[in-house]
């Protein structure tokens, strides 16, 4: 399912975060196996989306964030902040509210 700009999304409770030098771990917290494959480091910017997926803002609101917050084209930061949340969506660690 593509992304809507206009979804609001939220951190899934079935995650347990934590930043360890200056990354983030995410870790699913259900007991399926298959959910072990879905472990992920964040990097500065990975860090960044996941701190504004707050259960308040859409995807809209997060990407133009991000935009002013960082060097680069528009269109690029759009594109790679919709694959990384199609990937931690994907991953049931976010949800669409």
Do not use: C
């Not at 809507?4 to 990354?23: A, M, P, Q, W, Y």
């Not at 133009?64 to 528009?74: C, N, R």
């Amino acid at each position: 399912m593509s992304m809507d700009r206009n979804n609001i999304l939220k951190r899934s409770d079935n995650v347990i975060f934590r930043k360890i030098e200056g990354e983030y771990v995410l870790v699913p917290t259900t007991k399926s196996s298959e959910d072990t494959e879905f472990i992920f480091n964040l990097n500065e910017v990975g860090g960044d989306v996941w701190e504004k997926i707050d259960g308040r803002k859409t995807l809209h609101d997060i990407i133009t964030e991000l935009i002013s917050e960082y060097d680069g084209e528009s269109e690029n930061i759009e594109k790679q902040v919709v694959e990384f949340i199609n990937g931690i969506k994907e991953a049931r660690l976010v949800e669409i509210v």
